[in-house]
């Protein structure tokens, strides 16, 4: 059993309205030794929606310090944040991590060229496979960028906003080897970098057969010796803590994989899977 829920919202963060306090509740009927709050930073999150995606560090860092002696009983509660990167954003993200103290930082791509590909504009005047294809290599470009975050969350999840997929039924597949040569330089950045990547199982949740990255991306990440994985549900509500952890450790063992990590201060703590 999959002990551990690395990649957690609340209400800190804009599409989330779950008190923190409900999603440890959840967490502890789970069975969990631990959660680890994750939520959103997007600094510079273009302004198309009602979501700002930036959460005040102070309030949420004194919040879960408070939560933390009130449930330590029951469970461990972790300090995380999920970074959406971009390039440009280095020193400021630096300087946040320097002035507060994180268990474990997820490095997001939320926001390609300035634009958020859940939105049809990223994908205006390019074709499916130029959209993923760039998501992919700004991917390289952040981590080239920015070496503050300990692993790099859902890698493939631009698949989800490819245009149609978002209200459709079928959730459409795409293989490894048509992007092959990017997803390898992709890996091995990481890799190389010192990172891991995190295993998300929103995809599961979202109808597709398979969690983000899907596995063919995780069995190439083993192949490059890629070790290195945190296992998130990415719930934005109780409901979804957790999600098909008994699948995702079924595929992860079925790839080889024998233990996943949880980050506390900074330093992985590995579990058996
Ligand atoms: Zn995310
Ligand atoms: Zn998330």
């Not at 320097?98 to 074709?127: L, T």
């Not at 981590?143 to 989800?160: E, M, S």
């Not at 092959?180 to 990547?197: P, Q, R």
Request: aromatic share 14%; glycine share 6%; proline share 5%.
């Amino acid at each position: 059993m999959i002990i551990a829920d690395c990649h957690v919202h609340s209400d800190f963060s804009s599409d989330s309205k779950a008190p923190m306090e409900q999603m440890i509740e959840k967490g502890i009927e789970e069975g969990l030794k631990w959660i680890c709050f994750t939520d959103h930073m997007d600094y510079d999150y273009p302004p198309v929606s009602e979501y700002s995606f930036v959460f005040d560090p102070e309030a949420y860092v004194r919040k879960i310090n408070e939560l933390k002696e009130r449930y330590k009983a029951q469970i461990e509660i972790l300090t995380g944040i999920e970074l959406g990167l971009q390039p440009h954003l280095s020193d400021r993200m630096a300087a946040l991590l320097k002035s507060f103290s994180f268990d474990f930082v997820i490095g997001s791509s939320h926001v390609v060229d300035n634009m958020d590909p859940y939105y049809a504009d990223y994908w205006e005047n390019r074709s499916v496979k130029d959209g993923i294809y760039r998501y992919y290599e700004s991917i390289i470009e952040n981590c080239k960028a920015f070496q503050g975050f300990d692993v790099y969350g859902h890698i493939d999840y631009i698949i989800r906003y490819v245009p149609g997929q978002l209200n459709s039924p079928v959730k459409m597949d795409y293989s490894y080897a048509e992007y092959a040569d990017i997803l390898d330089e992709v890996l091995k950045t990481i890799i190389t970098s010192g990172k891991g990547i995190e295993v998300n199982s929103s995809g599961l949740k979202y109808g597709q057969t398979y969690p983000h990255p899907k596995p063919e991306i995780l069995k190439r990440y083993k192949e490059l010796g890629g070790e290195l994985i945190t296992i998130g549900s990415d719930a934005h509500r109780p409901e979804h803590l957790c999600y098909s952890f008994s699948v995702i450790s079924d595929l992860l063992k079925s790839l080889g994989f024998k233990y996943y990590a949880v980050f506390i201060l900074g330093k992985p703590v590995y579990e058996r899977l």
